[in-house]
Nanobody
């Protein structure tokens, strides 16, 4: 069993920054990939960023590439999402997710078994 808890969301003005944290507990070693997804009201959940739990390779949605950075601290079992130059369209509930090894794409929500409760990010114009 893996538990994921997000934090760091809030209200910021356009152009501002936030850093989200996702603390993992339980059998975190079961995770092969860790990632971030988001869902805005009236929209479907979408991929934001992901990486290997035990690696350094990162993946980003085109909409956030160059602005967001995913990283992790294995010693703390924590993954981060640094969000810079935020835009109103970034407003969403952000979810941390993890998955064991799978052939599914890292950007496919169905491949992830573990999900946090989400943290709200609101960007004002």
């Amino acid at each position: 069993q893996v538990q994921l808890v997000e934090s760091g969301g809030g209200l910021v003005q356009a152009g501002g920054s936030l850093r989200l944290s996702c603390a993992a507990s339980g059998r975190a070693s079961n995770m092969y990939n860790i990632g971030w997804f988001r869902q805005a009201p009236g929209k479907e959940r979408e991929f934001v960023a992901a990486m290997r739990w035990g690696g350094v390779t990162t993946y980003y949605a085109d909409s956030v590439k160059g602005r967001f950075t995913i990283s992790r601290d294995n010693a703390k079992n924590t993954v981060y999402l640094q969000m810079n130059n935020l835009k109103p369209e970034d407003t969403a509930n952000y979810y941390c997710a993890g998955r064991p090894y799978t052939s599914a794409s890292y950007s496919q929500t169905g491949g992830y078994d573990y999900w946090g409760q989400g943290t709200q990010v609101t960007v004002s114009s």
